[in-house]
Structure formats: structure tokens, C-alpha cells
């Protein structure tokens, strides 16, 4: 029978686990956790758990890991993603607005037609306006009892402190890196040595570390922006650096290019389907799981966060601080850029551990620069000097 795993959230999920069975579920949550944490996967498996007509009949020392039974109709339908009183808000555009709020609340006001819970998820709960909070607030006040609300969000002070209070609050965390090792090479057939690299590129979060695996777009991406960034360090050519920056723009105009090559296969799954991969759920789902997953790819959310200029800046960043490490005399082990570990020791032997840290920072404080609408060419002809003519800038 199914229980429950999301790597290394068996804390959040015990939380849950002892709520359900002591029948004290609340009617609204906030799952909180950066996103590729598996939020959206505790999100379903809450609702399945709390739906299973199953459970009934098992006792309660075999309910843990969310437990259900996988073959009841509220079980199927929810697992399926067919079940009409499961449902799901995501932002359109950058924000959710008021009117999908005040449809939640029409709707969830109304009895469910089959199981005897209606859930509601607000997927990036913080992308809320906030007369949509306030719509959403009065809803908290005076939840109907059949209501499941389960907000997902980065950070749980990211909505208003009134909402926070009416939810209860369920943490996830990042995931040590040997813990992804493992699980790379169990759940999604990589090498001990693919594993490792994307294990160190994830930051923690499996549903990234999932991402990563079907995405080679990432890969020749980002060999293409450090190559650029690596040919002008220390070249002392104010010319080549402009190229450089030149090339990095050409690159930032092209923000179809990963959809192009992603094989027909159309993505629009984002980190839902890359969170489902973080999980799993019994032996029955993984195909899809897989599928799910490689759909996600086709999006390309990772590939394509490295073709805005923050995404870029934030991966040069992370190039500078990897040369910082190697350069204070810091392990391979320690690097996020693993698979890039010869090029790194190379540029580290040739600098000081200031210089990377100078770099670093300004590679931060351009990325904010620009995502604060300062001229994305003129940020980086500013960055790509400082790499070319250190001594001057
Ligand atoms: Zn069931």
C-alpha cells in the first residue's frame, strides 16, 4: 500500500501524519520551503491521505507516510488529477489576483460532491496581491468545515502575518548532498558520478536535482556563458570584454531557444511535475512520475533561468565563488560547479581569493542591478570590464 516519501521531509510529513490521525487536521496550511523542495507533492499527499476512504479500516500504527490505499475512488480520481474537488490556483502572469480568490471562495463554499474534504491549493501563495490576501483572510476567518486550504510558498513571512496565524505552518528543507547522491542514482538512474554533479548544482532541492537530469539545454548553456565570462578574465582588452558582453546579449534575446529544442514535446508542467519527481508514491506512479518529469524539461525552467541576466549573473556568481573556495584552499567537494572542477583549479592558480570574492559580489550586485531595471548592456559591459581589466576597475 503507498506511503509517503519526499526526500528528506519525513519531519514535515510526521507532522502531518499525527494531525490526521489524531483528527486534529487543520482547515488551512501553509507549506512553506523554496521551490523544487516538494511542496506541491506534500500538498497531494495531504489531500489524498485526508480524502482515503481506506484508512478507515487500517489501524493507526500503519498509517504513517500518509498512508493510503491507492485503490479507493477518491484515491484514484486525486492521484489521477480527476478529482472535482481537488483543485489547484497558480498566478497568471506574475500575480494572483482577486478574482481567483473570490471564485475559490464561491466555490469551496459549496459542499464537495464526493469525498468529504475540498481542497484548495494556492501554488506561490506569496504571488498573492494583497487585496487578494484580504479576500483570502475572510475566507480563513470562517472556513467551511469540508475546507482544506494548503498555501505553497517560498517563505512563510511572505503573506500577510493575519494569514500566517490562521494556517498552520509546515516547513521544508534542503537536502544534504549525500542524501541526493543516493537518491539521483536509485530514483532517476544516473551514475554515482552525474548524481554527484547535479547533487552539487541543486542547492539541496530534489526537484531541481530532477530538473537538471532531463534538461541538457542547462548544460550547453551554461558552458557557453562561462566560457564567455572565462575567455575575458585577465585579458586586459577593454574590446573583447565589450564582445563578451555583446555575446552575453545576443544570448538573453533568445529566450525561445530552449522550448526550440526541447523535441516538440510541449512543457508547461514547471516545478510541479519536477516536485512529483522529488517524491514518490508507490511503485504504480513512477512511470509517470518519469514522464512527468521529462515534460518539465521541455520548459526548461533551469536552462531558461540562466538566459535572463539575473539567472546568468547568479550562475557567473557562483563560478566566482567556486574559484574563491578552490583558491583558499577549499576541496573539490565543495564546489557547486563539480564537473568544472579542472577549469576552476586552473582559474583559481592564476588569482587571489580577493579578486574572486570582488568578483562575486559584483556579479550579485549586477544581477539585482538589473532585475531593479538598470540597463541590462550597460550592466554587463560594466561586469565583463571588471573581469577583463581587474587592476583598473
Ligand atoms: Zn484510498
Known amino acids: 500500500m503507498p506511503t509517503m516519501e519526499i526526500l528528506g521531509q519525513q519531519e514535515a510529513i510526521k507532522k502531518l501524519d499525527a494531525e490526521l490521525i489524531s483528527g486534529t487536521l487543520s482547515h488551512a496550511y501553509m507549506i512553506w520551503g523554496p521551490p523544487g523542495s516538494g511542496r506541491a507533492m506534500l500538498a497531494k499527499g495531504l489531500a489524498v491521505a485526508a480524502n482515503c476512504t481506506g484508512r478507515a479500516d487500517m489501524p493507526a500504527e500503519s498509517l504513517r507516510g500518509l498512508w493510503h490505499c491507492g485503490k479507493c475512488r477518491n484515491c484514484a480520481k486525486l492521484l489521477s488529477d480527476a478529482h472535482p474537488d481537488y483543485a489547484v ?3 497568471e502572469g506574475a500575480s494572483i489576483g482577486i478574482d481567483e480568490v473570490r471564485e475559490m471562495q464561491s466555490r469551496i463554499s459549496l459542499r464537495p460532491g464526493e469525498s468529504h474534504l475540498k481542497t484548495w491549493v494556492i501554488e506561490d501563495a506569496h504571488a498573492m496581491t494583497e487585496p487578494a490576501q484580504n479576500c483570502l483572510l475572510k475566507v480563513l476567518e470562517e472556513p467551511p468545515g469540508h475546507a482544506l486550504i494548503i498555501l505553497l510558498l517560498d517563505d512563510e513571512d511572505m503573506v500577510l502575518p493575519t494569514i500566517a496565524s490562521r494556517c498552520h505552518s509546515v516547513r521544508l528543507g534542503t537536502v544534504d548532498r549525500a542524501t541526493l547522491v543516493d537518491w539521483g542514482q536509485r530514483e532517476l538512474g544516473l551514475s554515482a558520478e552525474r548524481a554527484a554533479t547535479l547533487a552539487a548544482l541543486s542547492g539541496g532541492l530534489p526537484g531541481r536535482m530532477a530538473r537538471l537530469a532531463n534538461d541538457p539545454a542547462y548544460f550547453k548553456l551554461r558552458g557557453e556563458i562561462l566560457s564567455t565570462v572565462r575567455g575575458v578574465m585577465w585579458c586586459g582588452d577593454g574590446g573583447k570584454a565589450l564582445a563578451a558582453s ?11 531557444a530552449e522550448a526550440d529544442a526541447a ?8 516545478d510541479d511535475a519536477a516536485e512529483s519527481a522529488a517524491g514518490k508514491e508507490g511503485k504504480a506512479s513512477r512511470t509517470g512520475k518519469a514522464s512527468k518529469a521529462s515534460k518539465a524539461s521541455a520548459n526548461s525552467s533551469e536552462a531558461a533561468s540562466i538566459r535572463k541576466p539575473r539567472g546568468a549573473c547568479d550562475l557567473i556568481a557562483s563560478y566566482m565563488r567556486d574559484a574563491l573556495t578552490l583558491s583558499l584552499g577549499g576541496g573539490r567537494d565543495m564546489l557547486i560547479n563539480a564537473d568544472l572542477a579542472d577549469e576552476l583549479e586552473q582559474d583559481a592558480g ?11 559580489e559584483r556579479c550579485i550586485d549586477t544581477g539585482e542591478a538589473v532585475d531593479a531595471n538598470a540597463n541590462v548592456q550597460l550592466a554587463l559591459d560594466a561586469l565583463m570590464l571588471q573581469f577583463a581589466l581587474p587592476m583598473l576597475c
Not at 350 to 360: L, S, T, V
Open 246 to 256: 555583446e555575446r552575453l546579449m545576443r544570448i538573453f534575446r533568445n529566450p525561445r
Open 89 to 91: 490556483v497558480r498566478p
Open 263 to 270: 523535441d516538440g514535446v510541449e512543457g508547461a508542467e514547471d
Open 350 to 360: 592564476r588569482g587571489q581569493p580577493e579578486q574572486f570574492k570582488r568578483w562575486a
